[in-house]
DNA sequence: GGGAAATTTCAAAGCGCTTTGACAACCAAC
DNA sequence: GTTGGTTGTCAAAGCGCTTTGAAATTTCCC
């Protein structure tokens, strides 16, 4: 059932038809409910790649999944998902993905631009320097960054945490309960939220005139295994960290198999804060010594862009452009006193 | 730039360079060769949406994805993605992720396939006697059902895991270590897998003239939380069980800590074992007492059925139109023979 | 060199929708 | 009875691509 068929069917023309169907004003009340009412028995839908392409307009946003076989899936990225739909389903928006290489992600976003199929886009795993922000500025669709890119002057619209604050506050909190050996448990080098968290945590030790030694630092995915591989590393240490900070529950995950594996105790050898994005599976007070966390729901950043994006796209008011969420900072068991000096 | 711009840079017309775009032979080599640089240099992309109304092909796969304000997201929705995801990039196919409020999907599948914006769907999630078969079927558009419908004839195309056999398979297991007492801790009662599995438990203890309680069966979203409740609401039974099976790691999580929390040990006190999809976050081997499982790799099914889906609508030759795979039951530590009558 | 066959290119139609600009039809007002 | 303003409807153009059927060009063989 198409169109043509349709205004066939009721004697009116196709003007008539899709006036009535999308709220024109100048269109009879009675023919207009003769139309809905046999769009009702008819079980039409306008073929939507149809209406793309005479409005332009898609009703959809598209985002970039990186994948590759054997590319361990992200639990991140479902929960953002989560936020976008939820967002989107209150607008009848829709998403479309693009499977992407990792490393092949700006080709696979101005595919995704350039192919007509969305109104918008979204972009995340966000790096230094990122290549895609000019990319994105010259195309001329709406965008929202998920996260920002170090390097890059802060002129594209985005919405981010504050993760540098996040993690400034949690090191001044372990300092303030005495600790001076510091480690990082960090995402990948590369990625834009890991460079902040790591000025962050340097510089609330500056202020104490310390530093974090390289051997301190590690980077890697943000797997338990990783986690778990990473604090093995920190505890063999001749003088080890007393204070870890870690980028994500879920390294946190594999890092408390550590301590415990070592015999040690969470919260009173070991002090540990991580980020907690809220992930369903990873509920920081669940664990068995319940997690200091700084915190920031990444399914509401989801939602939140799903907004923007979907507000943009309708014309529907102004938003801000750039928005810095700050993170809460949630004391727990894992995180005590220094233990004194041996 | 569109065809008519590039088809006027080239002095050809619409037609000669849409012929060397798509690889049709009744084209001069050197003119293709001319036209694919002249595409290098311009970046010329075709319009995705007028290419889907003149083919009616979208090079896409719809999905819905049940979600709702409040509704917890699905760690197993993303890990099938990524499955999708790994196909699906092979072939320059993507996805058209449409949200739904969970009570809706029939209605939301329906919408995505008449929308014109997708070439086939892919269906999860089933429920007994699920009203999205025969609405399927009356569609005229490939589909993989990923599950099966308890109750419906099976002669639609579908991928499923043999659920009965898997924790009919635990049962015995169980049994033959001297448990008597059991109990399941399942999914949504309605689904089509919490179905089977149950009746899996069911005929292994009618073998050995034993029932399943009310009192130990529990129906609930696969959550930590809800794991943690169940296997609390057993623990409290007079006679209680020592036997759990458990349709999921993410169940088995709150289960554990329930276990703990009683002062019992895992393996000895409770033999528990779990449906592991393989999530990437719940390793089955990295709990602190390893879990016997049941194993079938959900990434491994959604890649699976991508591939069955695109090779259908590129008609690259036949597929199966229903697997049913085994899973794999590995014992570890999570089960030992059943503790001495007091 | 002429005619048939094969090769290469083209103009135009069509996919299903929206939107522009024109046109009836009706009523009120002068 | 003309003008003027609504109101409701329509035919036709256009979105950017593919594909059909025909035309132009080249190649081949006798």
Same mark, same amino acid.
């Given at each position: 059932? @198409? ?62 999944? &990186?994948?590759? &076989? ?28 693009? %499977? ?8 696979? *976003? ?6 007509? @199929?969305?109104?918008? *886009? ?11 922000? #000019? ?6 669709? %709406? ?13 594209? %619209? ?44 340097? +510089? ?36 080890? %960290? ?5 980028? +994500? ?21 070991? !002090? ?7 992930? #369903?599976? *990873?509920?920081?007070? +669940?664990?068995?010594? &319940? ?5 920031? !729901? ?10 923007? *994006? ?28 220094? &233990?004194?000096?041996?």
């Amino acid at each position: 059932m @198409n169109l043509k068929q349709l205004s066939q069917l009721l004697g009116l023309s196709q003007t008539t038809v899709s006036r009535a169907l999308n709220g024109y004003p100048e269109v009879n009340e009675a023919t207009r409910e003769r139309v809905l009412q046999a769009v009702k028995e008819t079980g039409y839908r306008p073929n939507k790649a149809a209406q793309r392409l005479a409005t332009g307009k898609a009703g959809s946003i598209g985002l970039v999944m &990186p994948t590759a &076989p054997g590319h361990q899936s992200d639990v991140h990225f479902g929960e953002f998902l989560a936020g976008l739909g939820e967002e989107s389903v209150r607008h009848d928006f829709h998403f479309v993905i693009m %499977p992407s290489d990792p490393d092949d992600e700006v080709a696979a *976003l101005r595919r995704l631009a350039i192919s007509g @199929n969305v109104d918008a *886009l979204f972009v995340a795993y966000m790096r230094g320097h990122d290549p895609r922000i #000019p990319m994105l500025k010259s195309l001329s669709m %709406p965008y929202v960054v998920h996260g920002r890119s170090f390097g890059s002057e802060p002129d594209y %619209p985005f919405l981010d945490i504050d993760n540098e604050g996040a993690f400034y506050d949690a090191t001044r909190l372990l300092l303030q309960l005495g600790h001076t050996r510091f480690a990082l448990m960090n995402g990948p080098m590369h990625l834009d939220f890991a460079i902040r968290r790591k000025n962050g945590v340097i +510089s609330a030790l500056a202020e104490r005139g310390l530093t974090l030694d390289e051997d301190c630092m590690s980077h890697a995915l943000m797997t338990d295994e990783q986690g778990l591989l990473a604090m093995e590393r920190f505890l063999q240490l001749p003088n080890r %960290p007393t204070a870890i900070l870690c980028s +994500s529950t879920v390294l946190a995950l594999g890092a408390i198999r550590a301590v415990n594996q070592a015999g040690l105790r969470l919260g009173e050898d070991i !002090s540990l804060i991580a980020h907690d994005d809220v992930l #369903p599976l *990873l509920k920081p007070e +669940s664990f068995s010594v &319940p997690l200091t966390t700084t915190r920031s !729901s990444l399914r509401a950043a989801g939602a939140r862009i799903a907004q923007r *994006l979907i507000g943009t796209v309708k014309q529907a008011g102004p938003f801000p452009d750039q928005e810095l969420w700050k993170t809460e900072l949630i004391v727990r068991a894992s995180t005590g006193p220094a &233990p004194q000096q041996l």
